[in-house]
């Protein structure tokens, strides 16, 4: 059985800074996070440059890959690509991490090692933190799973992705599932 370590805000605040690693805090237990694989690393990319292309041509706001947010006193998520609405970023200090609140639209993608109760313990604490969308990527089935306040929905390729955050804003899964193909 493994060990658990508990921590409060505070001291996951003072975790030294190791590169490649990724710390979470789960309602006080310290989540390390592995290493990305190169297609993980490859879909994530994609998914930020459509979404930031969009959302600095619409002034919406910005979009972030892998950063902290403060979604209660003792849970800390890292999405992998995040979407900060403008109103929102009024209150964001950009020195300062972690950002206090959930972001609008929080992306993670499946990872193999990925658990799927971990998985929805996590959606379902964006959504409880104001989270008004988290899209959930899966490289392996080549499909999105859409999931908000209002229920969830599934987007499969060759569908592209649509979402009612982001008004016009489409994304093709065949671009960010081939972001690699090898010959």
């Known amino acids: 059985m493994g060990t658990t370590t508990r921590l409060t805000f505070e001291e996951f605040q003072r975790l030294p800074e190791r590169e490649g690693v990724?710390?979470?805090?789960?309602?006080?237990?310290?989540?390390?996070?592995?290493?990305?694989?190169?297609?993980?690393?490859?879909?994530?990319?994609?998914?930020?440059?459509?979404?930031?292309?969009?959302?600095?041509s619409k002034q919406l706001g910005i979009v972030?890959?892998?950063?902290?947010?403060?979604?209660?006193?003792?849970?800390?998520?890292?999405?992998d690509v995040a979407f900060i609405t403008a109103e929102h970023l009024k209150t964001v200090d950009l020195d300062l991490s972690p950002i206090d609140g959930?972001?609008?639209?929080?992306?993670?993608?499946?990872?193999?090692?990925?658990?799927?109760?971990?998985?929805a313990k996590k959606t379902q604490q964006y959504l409880e933190a104001g989270c008004k969308t988290v899209w959930i990527v899966y490289p392996g089935l080549r499909l999105v799973e859409v999931h908000s306040t209002t229920g969830v929905?599934?987007?499969?390729?060759?569908?592209?992705?649509?979402?009612?955050?982001?008004p016009d804003f489409s994304l093709s899964l065949s671009y960010i599932?081939?972001?690699?193909?090898?010959?």
């Open 22 to 56: 990724i710390y979470e805090l789960d309602e006080g237990i310290l989540l390390i996070e592995p290493s990305r694989t190169p297609r993980h690393n490859l879909i994530r990319q994609r998914i930020t440059m459509q979404l930031m292309q969009f959302v600095e």
């Open 153 to 166: 929905r599934t987007v499969r390729e060759p569908e592209s992705l649509q979402d009612e955050l982001l």
């Open 177 to 183: 599932f081939d972001a690699y193909q090898q010959q």
């Open 64 to 79: 972030l890959e892998e950063m902290d947010f403060r979604l209660s006193p003792d849970t800390v998520r890292n999405p």
């Open 102 to 119: 959930a972001p609008a639209l929080a992306v993670e993608v499946i990872s193999p090692g990925n658990r799927t109760e971990d998985i």
